[in-house]
């Protein structure tokens, strides 16, 4: 991977929300790249820092949250040193994000159509109002939607409607990143599957970079090319999409791939791994995962583990060597169970 | 205990609330023991060492408040009003909360057809201008406390009864009380036995905040000029200054009964919002 | 727009409904009490007989059902009755104050929702600093002080001691209008205006402004307003075009509400400044007894009430898309 | 916790209990028969929002008569409800009401008679005290048809006599009005008695100084109605008068002088002749002629205008000899008709009112703003804008047109308005009486000058002679001497009234009677009289009856 090839690097980035309770370290020490057209998924547990992560990405984060450490780099330049001007111009023009639940995402007092042309109207100055309407036009026709719905209200579309126009939104200045922030965890199944087959379809024409969020391993099978998995503020593993799915090495995405039904073609049964996050305002010592991991020795209650790099890919385990037997005692649901029993 | 807890827990979490409550227990001391306190009688008439009527006299050491144009002690009046002001505040947010609350109990638990007509009531109350209808209630049935308690009960009665019968159709949902119905309970136990609890704490974020109604509408209606006419009321003392050129000259006789019922009415709003906050947590940040 | 001329049909019969029932309502009060409206002119010089006569003159010797037949036929004609007071129709008599009060109301509305939505918006923004705290305190003390009072000090302060403002009343008198028009546009009426419309205006602030604030609140945080900053909008455009307009929704229905115990105020404030509308001529008319003036503005102020309530509707309607109105 | 909220409960039950107890006073029964104690009085007071005066008055008057050993309750009351019940029902025990010093009022017929005779006494006549003296009856009987001056003078001196011992409705002050005009800018103002500058005769003596020639004139209320045959409200009244013209009209001494009349002269004792003055015209330049005269009083008496009724009902006809000649012919001998008849109504035109009375009937013609109101007064109303202004401007035409060239009348709906508006300058004169705080307020305003007039009316307390006990001499004339009438003028008015002990006012010096009785002020009187009548208190204090007792109804 060439270095001019990068289009967002983050190094070691620690973002704390600063409490009463004091600092929780919503992302601790993460480093991430996305190439240029590159797809990445970020996959975690909700509460894992994956949303504040990306946050960072565009400075939307509260005033209470703190970058403590590390930097991200946009086209090379720290996003930290921008000023408001310069990161306003960044936003939607580079960056746009498709949110959460477009439910809530958009204005209920003004028109779609309208709230798309506002974005065109802040960053292109001097654009037609013609031109506007036309190019609004050719984006809902991208994802489905007649363009005479434009003059909608947002109360007037069904949810998997908004979650279309989001898109278009998001695209509708060509940018460079997209981050679409759980696209499709709000709607029902049937209408997830039509919005990811969009959002594949239009990766054949779209050229930019995606990061894509979610708590579903199987979207990220679905849309993406490389996967970083996140738990409590750290990634626990990074690879290719198929890599990682095949072959997980880390006793945390073993878990995951198992809460989840598979794509891949495989019948199980579903396991979710018991136990919940840790707390983040005072870590345990060691590695963070160790009270709920099934496989984990004394080194990993005191020690935190180091990330390897092997091949473009990258692990954070200390039973990293073992993994292949592991993964055979994984297969078991009841190690899950066992574990938090002892660990009570 | 419980109850008490759940009654004046708030206090611990609410600053705003413990100043609220504090005020009030100041009035209610000073209502209580106004006839101690005051130094004279509201009515008498002042006279200084000459023999001459001590018309607006300035505040001083023996008359704190000063005096009025018929060389009243500014400051008894001031005291005695607070037990004027704390009845009817009390009385009519008492009334109008027992009947609201009825009301309102019988046409969220009925629906249907009662809760119709309940309801359109209310609407055609929600009509009427409040201070005009109490004017010519109180002009026609003749100035006094009932009257004016009477007036305020007849018409604000609609704000409870509407927020209670909301509370009561979502109550009405719940499994318990349709258990109830089930094992064959009245209807009547089931309104007061099983619904009218959970309503309650509502019902008395609405005492604390109908005083405050209350005793606005007795001001008013005093300034007016058809203030109850035997008692020393904290409007009526306005309305007198007011009436007689001494209000650009004696500001001790204008500011402590404005304070007084600002205080007051400032101390149930608070009290009323810090406990609705408790009492119906839906409703917090609202 | 078909539903909405529906919905302002189906709101005008219940207003309709409403005021009939008002009006019913204050005929019986009126005649079921002690006191009758002839006895208070008695000092006047009259013979028993000229009594009944005056008594048979007001209709008052006719029995109850029968007056109230003619009061009905008489209100859907549009009548009141003769004032016992002014020998004319009661609706005459109320004439020009009806147009008095609806400006005062008007003016004080506007001025308390502007301080209440640019209030409220600049707290909710200024969370947590001593700004907001102050601002909170200042306006609950307002909320609470009895209208008449502020009226009062104002009156002194302004008006008396430094002589800014005219001592009440609605014009400067001596001078004679040749046109509606002149009688209410002239700097002379505005100065007259300042002092009971600021009065009736902050006293009415401090509601929509604290609701203001706390949806202000609310709608920061949702997620569009994240979205519309992602969007890279300054804050200006944030602030007023997406969180202003969401927030507003809320501080309309207050309006509604408001506007009813507005007109309560406005009977007050009226009687401090000796503004001559509706608010000060039905404290007359009910202390003279005269019950057709006295019935004809407290049935336009409950009009007006139910008007106000209306423009609330049809406001929210307009500024909320998500409303429809059938 | 538990405990605390049961306290407060606790505390909370305790107030009520408090403020229900403080409602209630105690009673004692003394050693003697309860039956004979005299009974509760009930003292109807006005509030002290709607009169500060009489309520002060009031407690004032009830402070000594609890003194005296009576148990008297002090109920505030609505004046509506007070007036239906007390002026017109007469279920009242004893209340109190101002009666104003009309012109008309000057001769004493309304003071003597119509408040005094039996045949007022029943439902909504003036006799509200019941005073049923044949005695009495008899003699202002002869007062009221007698014509000759002297001889009714001499009637008024006896009934005003015998009305200061019986106190059945005993007068208490006479209002000392204060009234303040700019005196820079207008002079010779007419400070009449019982109605200051608000007289019609001020409006024609007053003179401009310069070139400011139109008098802005502060008042507390509005005008009301300027139809003459239905205004009951004696705002409307003043300015009535100054747009039409009587026949006669009462001067400021209270003699009636024609006016619009050339001369009158009773031809016998029910016919009186009027010769009209010539070349008089209306506001509209139609002449004024008798068929004008004869219309107005037809009319009024055709409609029963409310106010003129009882002042021209023993009017038969009025007859027209020739163009400047009426006779007015009488039922029977009525002296007061002249100034009371002729001396209040005002010439209508006739080619105004007549078309309007065929056309509608006394409906049309009773319920009427009449707006312009047209008359042939020295004063033409020129606009009248309800509660902001009313103006009339001198009309030229007229046989004695004022000197000023008009009035704007302002009402300012509160006192402190009126002063405010007299120290800025805004109005050059107030018909509203100056309290003295108020005129301290007015000291720096050099312009202004203060005058007074005494006022003829009264504040009258009426007692009951109905009811047990006020039927009873000694009692009235006891409570009467025990009221504190010195101690009112100078509290409650600040020393702006004087005492008044007859029912025709000191200031009404031809008809005012000197030698009578000078009841009030008196405690040790009071209890003399309750003493000598064999009254007697228990250990409490508390009076009861005398032994035997018989009524005694009227002093001898």
Redesign the interface.
């Known amino acids: 991977m060439s270095r001019d090839n990068i289009l967002l690097k983050i190094d070691d980035l620690k973002l704390y929300y600063h409490t009463t309770a004091g600092y929780v370290r919503a992302v601790d020490g993460v480093s991430l790249n996305v190439a240029v057209g590159e797809r990445l998924g970020l996959v975690g547990e909700s509460g894992c820092g994956k949303t504040t992560l990306m946050k960072a990405i565009l400075r939307l984060l509260p005033a209470n949250c703190r970058q403590m450490g590390g930097e991200m780099y946009y086209k090379g330049k720290a996003i930290s040193s921008l000023s408001e001007k310069e990161i306003k111009k960044m936003r939607w023009q580079e960056i746009s994000m498709i949110p959460q639940s477009a439910m809530n995402a958009l204005d209920p007092v003004y028109r779609i159509g309208a709230q798309i042309k506002e974005a065109m109207k802040t960053h292109q100055k001097g654009i037609s109002s013609k031109e506007i309407q036309e190019r609004a036009a050719n984006i809902f026709e991208l994802v489905g939607i007649n363009p005479k719905r434009l003059r909608d209200y947002p109360h007037q579309f069904s949810g998997g409607m908004k979650q279309r126009a989001a898109i278009a939104m998001a695209l509708v200045l060509d940018p460079n990143l997209i981050i679409a922030d759980e696209p499709t965890t709000a709607l029902d199944v049937i209408v997830q599957a039509q919005i990811l087959e969009r959002i594949n379809a239009l990766q054949q024409r779209y050229s930019g970079s995606l990061i894509m969020i979610t708590h579903d391993i199987s979207v990220i099978a679905q849309t993406c090319e490389k996967v970083a998995v996140m738990y409590a503020g750290k990634i626990m593993e990074y690879g290719k999409v198929r890599d990682v799915l095949n072959n997980p090495l880390h006793p945390y995405t073993l878990g995951l791939k198992n809460a989840f039904p598979s794509l891949l073609g495989e019948k199980k049964s579903l396991i979710s791994i018991p136990g919940s996050p840790p707390d983040l305002i005072k870590p345990q010592p060691g590695c963070l995962f160790a009270p709920r991991c099934p496989f984990a020795i004394a080194v990993c209650q005191t020690e935190d583990p180091p990330a390897k790099e092997e091949d473009g890919r990258i692990v954070a385990c200390h039973r990293l060597a073992e993994m292949e037997g592991l993964k055979v005692l994984a297969e078991d649901e009841t190690i899950w169970e066992r574990k938090v029993h002892a660990g009570d | ?1 419980k ?3 759940k ?2 827990g708030f206090i611990k979490k609410d600053t705003a609330g413990a100043i609220g409550i504090c005020i009030f227990i100041f009035f ?1 001391i000073v ?2 023991f106004a006839p101690l306190i005051s130094p004279y009688d509201p ?1 008498a ?1 002042h006279f200084d060492e000459t023999g001459a ?1 001590m ?2 006299h300035p505040p001083s050491f023996q008359h704190l408040f000063g005096t009025t ?2 060389g009243r002690d500014v400051f008894s009046q001031v005291v005695m009003g607070t ?1 004027i002001a ?2 009817v505040g ?1 009385l009519s947010a008492v009334c109008v909360v027992f009947i609201g609350t009825n009301i309102g109990l019988i046409a969220g638990y009925y629906g249907g057809r009662i809760d119709n007509i309940i309801m359109r009531i209310v ?2 109350i ?8 109490a ?3 109180v ?5 006094g406390i009932s009257n004016i308690i009477i007036a305020i009960i007849l018409i604000t009665w609609r704000n409870t009864a509407r927020v209670i019968r909301a509370q009561v159709l979502t109550i009405k949902q719940r499994a318990y009380v349709e258990a109830a119905r089930i094992s064959g309970a009245s209807n009547f136990r089931i309104m007061y036995k099983h619904i009218a609890p959970n309503v309650i704490p509502l019902s008395l974020v609405y005492i604390a905040l109908s005083m ?1 109604t209350g005793i ?1 509408t007795e ?2 209606l ?6 109850a ?2 008692v020393p009321s904290w ?2 003392i ?11 000259i004696a ?1 001790w006789w ?2 402590p ?2 304070i007084a ?3 007051l ?2 101390s149930g ?2 009290v009323g919002r810090s406990y609705e906050e408790v009492a119906n947590p839906r409703l917090r ?2 | 727009m078909k539903s909405l001329s529906k919905y302002i049909a189906k709101r005008l019969l ?2 309709v ?3 009939f ?2 009006s019913t ?2 005929f019986l ?2 005649r079921l ?3 009758d409206p002839v006895s208070m002119y008695l000092d006047a010089g009259m013979s028993a007989e000229a009594k009944e006569m005056l008594m048979k003159q007001f209709g008052l010797d006719k029995p109850l059902w029968e007056q109230y037949v003619i009061f009905i036929s008489n209100l859907l004609k549009g009548e009141f009755g003769i004032s016992f007071q002014y020998g004319k129709q009661a609706l005459a008599v109320i004439g020009d104050s009806f147009w008095n009060t609806l400006i005062l109301m008007a003016v004080s509305l506007f001025i308390a929702f502007t301080i209440g939505i640019v209030g409220g918006a600049i707290l909710a923004w200024k969370r947590g600093t001593r700004l907001e705290l102050a601002g909170i305190i200042g306006v ?2 307002i ?7 502020l009226g ?2 104002l ?2 302060f302004f008006a ?2 430094y002589q800014l403002l005219p001592l009440g009343g609605m014009n400067t008198p001596g001078t004679n209008f040749e046109t509606v028009y002149a009688k209410y546009f002239n700097l002379d009426f505005l100065k007259h205006l300042i002092l009971p419309a600021i009065t009736a205006g902050l006293s009415a602030a401090a509601t929509p402004l604290l609701v203001m604030r ?1 949806s202000m ?2 709608v920061i945080k949702e997620d569009f307003i994240e979205l519309t900053k992602a969007k890279g909008l300054s804050d200006r455009e944030i602030l007023f075009k997406h969180a202003l307009r969401n927030a507003l929704l809320p501080v309309v229905t207050v309006f509604a509400v408001q506007a ?2 507005a ?3 406005v ?2 404030v009226e ?2 400044f000796r503004w001559p509308g509706m ?1 000060r001529g ?2 007359l008319a ?2 003279a007894r005269d019950y057709p003036v ?1 019935q004809a ?2 049935f336009l ?2 009009a ?3 008007m106000f ?1 209306l423009i609330a509707d049809i406001l929210y309607a307009f500024l909320d898309p998500r409303v429809s109105l059938d | ?2 405990t ?2 049961k306290k407060s409960l606790g ?2 039950l ?2 009520m209990l ?2 229900s107890m ?1 409602a209630c006073g105690s009673k004692e029964a003394g050693p003697l028969p309860a039956e004979e104690k005299v009974p509760k009085i009930n003292f109807w007071i006005t ?4 009169d ?1 005066v009489r309520y ?1 008055i009031g ?1 004032l008057a009830a402070e000594k008569w609890r003194e005296l050993g009576f148990d008297v309750e ?1 109920t ?3 004046w509506s ?1 007070m007036s239906s019940q007390g002026m017109k029902s007469h279920e009242h025990e004893v209340f109190m009401i101002q009666w104003g010093g009309k012109a008309e009022r000057i001769d004493p017929m309304q003071w003597l008679y119509t408040m005094h005779h039996s045949a007022e006494a029943g439902e909504g006549g003036y006799n509200i005290a019941g005073y049923l003296n044949p005695a009495y009856d008899e003699l202002v009987e002869q007062f009221v048809t007698t014509m000759d001056m002297d001889k009714r003078k001499e009637l008024a001196a006896q009934a005003q006599e015998i009305l200061a011992k019986d106190v059945p409705q005993p007068p208490v002050v006479h209002r000392i009005l204060t009234h303040a005009y700019n005196s820079r800018d207008f002079s010779n103002p007419t400070f009449a008695m019982g109605e200051g500058l608000n007289s019609f005769w001020n409006w024609m003596s007053l003179t401009p100084n310069g070139d400011r020639k139109t008098v802005k004139y502060g008042y507390i209320n509005d005008i009301k109605l300027l139809n003459p045959l239905m205004t009951k409200d004696g705002a409307d009244i003043y300015i009535l008068k100054m747009i039409y013209d009587p026949l006669v009209r009462i001067d400021p001494d209270g003699i009636p002088q024609p006016w619009a009349a050339e001369s009158y002269s009773e031809i016998d004792s029910t016919t009186i002749e009027v010769k009209l003055r010539k070349g008089m015209v209306f506001h509209d330049d139609k002449p004024v002629t008798a068929e004008d005269v004869k219309y107005t009083f037809d009319l009024a008496k055709e409609v029963k205008s409310p106010y003129y009724l009882s002042k021209i009902d023993k009017l038969q006809e009025v007859q027209i000899i020739d163009d400047q000649t009426l006779r007015f012919v009488l039922s029977e001998p009525y002296a007061p008709f002249i100034s009371n008849g002729l001396g209040t109504m005002g010439i209508l035109p006739k080619h105004i009112w007549e078309p309007r009375f065929k056309e509608g009937g006394a409906d049309a013609v009773l319920n009427w703003d009449n707006i312009p109101p047209v008359g042939s007064g020295p004063f033409k109303f020129e606009y009248w804008r309800p509660n902001e202004e009313l103006k009339l401007s001198s009309f030229t035409k007229h046989f004695s047109p004022p000197k000023i060239d008009g009035m704007i009348r302002i009402p300012y709906a ?3 308005g009126v ?1 405010q508006g007299l120290k800025a300058g805004e109005i050059d004169a107030a018909g509203w009486s100056l ?1 003295p ?2 005129q301290q ?1 007015l000291k720096d305003a050099s312009q202004l000058t203060i005058g007074t007039a005494y006022d003829q009316g009264y504040y009258m307390l009426h007692y009951n002679m109905r009811k047990a006990p006020f039927d009873d001499v000694n009692i009235r004339r006891a409570l009467t001497y025990a009221i504190p009438k010195l101690q009112i003028v ?2 409650v008015f ?1 020393g702006q009234a004087i005492p008044a002990y007859s029912t025709v006012a000191e200031v009404n010096k031809f008809w005012h009677n000197p030698n009578i009785e000078k009841v009030g002020d008196d405690m040790e009187k009071a209890k003399e009289i309750l003493v000598e009548a064999g009254f007697r208190w228990d250990d409490n204090g508390a009076i009861y009856f005398p032994e035997d007792y018989q009524v005694k109804k009227f002093s001898d």
Do not use: H
């Open positions: 205990m109850f008490s807890t009654l004046f209610v209502a209580l009515g008439m009527l018309r607006i144009w018929m037990r704390l009845f009390i609407d055609i929600y009509g009427i201008p409040f201070l005009p209808f004017l010519i209630l002009a026609v049935m003749g100035p405050g606005m001001a008013s005093s300034f007016l000029g058809y203030g006419p035997e409007g009526k306005l309305f007198e200054c007011y009436n007689s050129q001494a209000m650009f500001w204008m500011i009964p404005g019922i600002t205080l009415v400032l709003f608070l940040e609202r | 219940q207003m409904i409403t005021l029932v008002l309502l204050i009060l009126f009490v002690p006191g609950l003390t909320r609470c002080a009895p209208v008449f009072w009062m000090i009156l002194s008396f001691r706390t609140l609310e009813g115990l007109i309560g105020g009977v007050l009687t401090v608010g039905i404290v009910v202390a006295a503005a407290f102020i409950g007006m009430t139910i309530n | 916790m538990k605390s909220w505390v909370l305790v107030f408090l403020l403080s509030s002290q929002t709607y500060p002060e407690l002090t505030t009351m609505e409800t509160k006192a402190y002063v309290l705080l108020e307020e100078n509290l600040e």
